[in-house]
């Protein structure tokens, strides 16, 4: 069964923190995602990848395709990072259809 | 960059009354619209993709007849919840995209429905 799995559940970080989000998978997908969901419901795609890493302000991600699993990392973290980060990915087999990860509550204190 | 505008953003409707959701994709065309249900603390449930011009494709246990899709043109996608019900409250979003590799996906932002 294709399932995408992420750790941890919750996340409680100092403002400043080093941040580090994982996220495995099965093997067949054509792309992975890192989605930010506002407590307000919004979601934001923040990345996607099929290989190597990804860069975006304070933001990184990384994909090992051999390992089958991929991090999102957050440097020098601040309260308005706080949201729940979705992973999700494309399995071949699917489609363009999304599987989606359980997700990782991030509170980031001040 | 893309964006999806999806209305209302909140409902509170009577029990037996319908409610029609919109997602509109502003400065390009969406081929492609996925429609999702969420429980409060649980991740995105798919119900339906809907393409533009043809019946859309239900996940297993949607009810198409309670749901309906619509997706007429390549900028609008409306998703119709026919007699609600209670249990019908929860947060619906759309997303377009993912027509092919190295396409992403674009998120309306959501509409909580509330069915008294």
């Known amino acids: 069964k294709n399932e995408v799995e992420q750790s941890p559940q919750n996340l409680t970080a100092q403002e400043g923190e080093f941040i580090t989000i994982n996220c495995s998978y099965s093997?067949?997908?054509?792309?992975l995602h890192w989605l930010q969901q506002h407590p307000g419901g919004g979601i934001v795609s923040l990345f996607m990848?099929?290989?190597g890493k990804k860069k975006h302000g304070r933001l990184i991600a990384t994909i090992n395709i051999q390992e089958k699993h991929s991090s999102l990392h957050i440097t020098a973290s601040h309260p308005r990072d706080s949201a729940v980060y979705i992973c999700?990915?494309?399995?071949?087999?699917?489609?363009?259809?999304?599987?989606f990860g359980a997700g990782t509550i991030l509170r980031v204190k001040s | 960059g893309a964006v999806v505008s999806q209305h209302p953003s909140w409902v509170i409707c009577k029990s037996g009354t319908s409610v029609k959701i919109e997602c509109r994709s502003l400065?390009?065309?969406?081929?492609?619209m996925f429609w999702y249900r969420q429980f409060p603390k649980q991740s995105l449930m798919l119900m339906a993709t809907s393409n533009e011009g043809s019946k859309a494709t239900y996940e297993q246990g949607v009810e198409k007849d309670k749901f309906l899709i619509n997706h007429a043109s390549l900028t609008l996608s409306t998703l119709t919840v026919t007699s609600a019900h209670p249990e019908d409250s929860s947060f619906y979003i759309c997303?377009?995209?993912?027509?092919?590799?190295?396409?992403?996906?674009?998120f309306g932002s959501g509409t909580r429905l509330t069915v008294v």
């Open positions: 400065d390009f065309q969406a081929t492609t």
């Open positions: 999700a990915v494309t399995y071949m087999e699917y489609g363009n259809k999304l599987v």
């Open positions: 093997v067949g997908i054509s792309a």
């Open positions: 990848l099929s290989s």
């Open positions: 997303s377009a995209g993912g027509t092919g590799p190295g396409y992403g996906y674009t």
